[in-house]
């Protein structure tokens, strides 16, 4: 008895050291995941606000911490895949792209985010919604037509989406984020086309009271 006692509690240390050691990378990798929302969304918000130094700095900062959750959970891939680190990974892609495609007019590959492939469809099906609230921005500054170019990327992007119609087993949500960037893709669209219309009734408008004046005797 007291050999298998032995046993018994060098099997014990042996496990209890293990489940230690896998629950401090969990509890890391988990507060690492939450400052990495936490900062993509203040990244996305810089952009919206024109405050392109302070999104990129956030965004770097972001990528610390992604890279940080990587070496943490380096041996425990169960953990990885628990969830938490593909909705970081998939609010970074999203931020990333925000950026690229607001300030520089193009998109991000996969391998230039950095993230799972998945995670970046995820991302994309996310960002839909910022390019919306960006056109919606821009019909309200009254620059509606620089909004076209901005529909332009929603309407690839959810062609590239639809494009993987698999399980949510395999696709981790995408179904759901390409339904949604759908329904705002086409809201959008009505939303430009009727501030384009009102911009050329407006314009019209104003070229005719301009002849107008021309005309009237002095």
């Known amino acids: 008895m007291r050999i298998m006692a032995s046993v018994l509690e060098s099997i014990s240390k042996a496990m209890l ?21 936490r900062l993509c969304s203040s990244s996305i918000r810089s952009v919206h606000r024109g405050n392109l130094e302070s999104a ?3 965004m770097q900062e972001a990528g610390e911490d992604l890279d940080g959750i990587r070496e ?20 970074y892609a999203e931020a990333r792209n925000v950026y ?19 995670n970046y469809l995820c991302g994309l099906g996310d960002l839909c919604g910022e390019l919306r609230r960006h056109i919606l921005d821009l ?3 009254g620059r509606a037509e620089e909004g076209e170019r901005f529909l332009e990327m929603m ?31 086409e809201r959008t669209r009505g939303d430009l086309t009727n501030a384009l219309e009102l911009a050329e009734v407006q314009k019209l408008l104003r070229a005719s009271h301009a002849a107008g004046e021309i005309d009237r005797p002095k």
């Not at 698999?166 to 893709?185: E, H, I, Q």
């Open 139 to 141: 019909i309200r500054t």
């Open 72 to 91: 943490a959970l380096t041996e425990h891939q169960d953990i990885r895949y628990a969830g938490f680190v593909d909705a970081a990974e998939q609010e």
């Open 100 to 118: 690229s495609i607001i300030a520089d007019h193009m998109i991000l590959k996969p391998e230039e985010v950095g993230v799972e492939g998945i």
């Open 17 to 37: 050291e293990e489940m230690e050691d896998k629950d401090r990378a969990r509890e890391e990798a988990f507060r690492r995941s939450r400052e990495v929302i």
């Open 56 to 58: 990129l700095r956030l």
């Open 155 to 185: 309407e690839e992007i959810h062609s590239l989406l639809m494009l993987f119609d698999y399980p949510d087993a395999v696709t981790r949500g995408l179904r759901r984020k390409s339904d949604l960037a759908r329904s705002m893709l």
